[in-house]
């Protein structure tokens, strides 16, 4: 991954940053009713806020973003909504899949792609394509995510592997099932984000953010901008991250 500005944009801050950064968008739909628009007009400004959030991100040297824009739940919503988000998604990958190529940054999408229409089908993986070899940031999308679905495919894919005598159950362990699951060999989140006020993971990562750092704010979506963003970057830094270890072995490691 990158090594541009990997640890901080004040040089004299040496704390390493998130290298992976999850964030839920949530609370589009609050933000357009305050301003007694339709909820869709809150939709559209977040699509603006995630392209901000993406170049702050990328010029504070984050080696990977992934933000859910639709969870396997969110079909429940009305029919309206749903279709106007599923354009909106053709709409922003068309406008800005070849700004973020030129910025270096790799585009993937996790989720069931298979409910999407061909057309959203083509977007994905025409973007996925062009931007596969890029370096400097990799986006992923959760689209049509879900914690369980990922977790439950990973089952499936690996019950057949070992139906097919090419696995043994006993190869079944945490490091396998990880990689099988769709962020695959990517680290887990470090950072997790969550705008809009609600404290819940929402059946999103739920295998890979056993360890994450959970951060939660009030800000609605459109309105988290690169200064939010700075303070949950922050607040991460403040983190003692222990994996299960005591203050003052890490205090020893540390010193070591
Ligand atoms: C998140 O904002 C966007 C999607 C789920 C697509 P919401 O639409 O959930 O906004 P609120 O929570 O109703 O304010
Ligand atoms: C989670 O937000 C999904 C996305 C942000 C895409 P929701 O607003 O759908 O979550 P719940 O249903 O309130 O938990
Ligand atoms: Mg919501």
């Avoid at 739940?73 to 990958?93: K, S």
């Avoid at 999408?109 to 993986?125: E, N, T």
């Avoid at 997790?192 to 704010?217: D, K, M, V």
Wanted: aromatic share 8%; hydrophobic share 40%.
């Amino acid at each position: 991954m990158i090594r541009r500005n990997q640890r901080s944009h004040n040089p004299e801050d040496t704390r390493p940053n998130p290298r992976h950064i999850a964030i839920i968008m949530d609370g589009n739909g609050r933000w357009a009713k305050r301003r007694h628009l339709p909820r869709v007009a809150g939709h559209k400004a977040g699509v603006n806020a995630l392209r901000d959030i993406v170049e702050h991100a990328l010029a504070r040297g984050i080696g990977i973003l992934t933000v859910y824009a639709f969870s396997s739940e969110n079909w429940r919503r009305p029919e309206e909504e749903v279709r106007f988000l599923m354009d909106l998604f053709i709409t922003a990958l068309q406008e800005q899949v070849q700004d973020l190529h030129e910025n270096g940054v790799a585009v993937g999408f996790i989720g069931d792609r298979l409910a999407f229409s061909k057309k959203l089908q083509k977007a994905i993986a025409d973007a996925e394509t062009l931007t596969q070899a890029n370096k400097a940031m990799r986006l992923m999308v959760a689209a049509n995510y879900g914690g369980r679905w990922d977790i439950a495919t990973a089952c499936r894919t690996l019950a057949a592997a070992v139906a097919a005598g090419k696995l043994e159950v006993t190869d079944l362990d945490e490091t396998r099932i990880g990689r099988t699951l769709s962020l695959g060999e990517l680290p887990e989140p470090d950072l997790f984000i969550r705008t809009g006020g609600e404290q819940r993971i929402s059946n999103y990562l739920l295998w890979q953010i056993a360890y994450t750092e959970l951060y939660f704010t009030d800000v609605l979506w459109p309105d988290f901008s690169a200064p939010d963003l700075d303070l949950a970057i922050d607040w991460y830094k403040e983190r003692q991250r222990r994996f299960g270890r005591t203050p003052e072995q890490l205090a020893d490691i540390d010193s070591a």
